[in-house]
């Protein structure tokens, strides 16, 4: 039975959906300890996650201006509970987040993960096609938006620095090298609210080009045909943003 587990979370200038994320946490996964990995952020990040250690009185703030990678290798360095978990700082819990998770964990398990659905999904049609797409991304590359994971598995990992982006692959191969399992989950899940600047066509093909820079081409001429829709999604979303009154964005990003 786990009773209570570490939290890692990466910031940088994530005081956007910082609140609501953490009141997902809080109210949906017994936290022992938050772990902030922060970036140096200059926004209102801090102030935010101050607010919360008044209320909790548990929250410990590690500083990190490298990658990806060196943020959670810190993370996992400073993780004390037999489970801990990742999230990400602009991710929002499904209700019993943690009771749902908590229901696949043996001792054959290493990690447990919750589909990630993006804030801007509201055709079913494009939804059930992407949570297929996104089903079959994680088994190709793994993901950390919302993942439970068994810490003495990890505890002598060491991620490579270059890692800012695929570093999740790693950890995810890490852990099924060592013969445990990572199981994939349709519910749990989390609401991902992406940064506005991916919903335009120059942050679109930033992140594609990240990716083809560090991946491997193995890897990523598996995730040619997924990245292609998350492509074409992100260009529909700049188009129909760009095609609505100024008001009616306002309104909708103060709603997200």
Known sequence: MVDSID????????????????????????????????????????AIIETYNKKHQNVTIIFDNGTRASARQKGIMAVQTEWFMFIDSDVVLCTDWFKKAAKNINPQ???????????????????KLFLIITRKIFDIRGGTHDTLIRSAIVKDIQIPDKLHVFEDTYIKNYITKKGYSVIACYDPYCIHYRTNTVWTLKGSLNLVTESLRI??????SKLLIAYSFYTGYSI?????????????????????
């Open 215 to 220: 991946g491997n081409p193995r890897l990523i």
């Open 236 to 256: 529909y979303q700049f188009f129909t943003n760009n095609k609505k009154h100024p008001l009616q964005r306002q309104k909708e990003e103060r709603d997200n």
């Open 109 to 127: 398990v290493g990690a447990i993960w919750g589909i990630e659905i993006w804030s801007t999904l509201k055709n079913p049609k494009t939804l």
């Open 7 to 46: 939290v890692v979370l990466l910031t940088k200038n994530s005081a956007q959906v910082l609140s609501k994320c953490l009141d997902s946490l809080y109210k949906n996964v017994p936290v022992h300890r938050l772990i902030v990995i922060d970036g140096n952020s200059t926004d209102n990040t801090l």
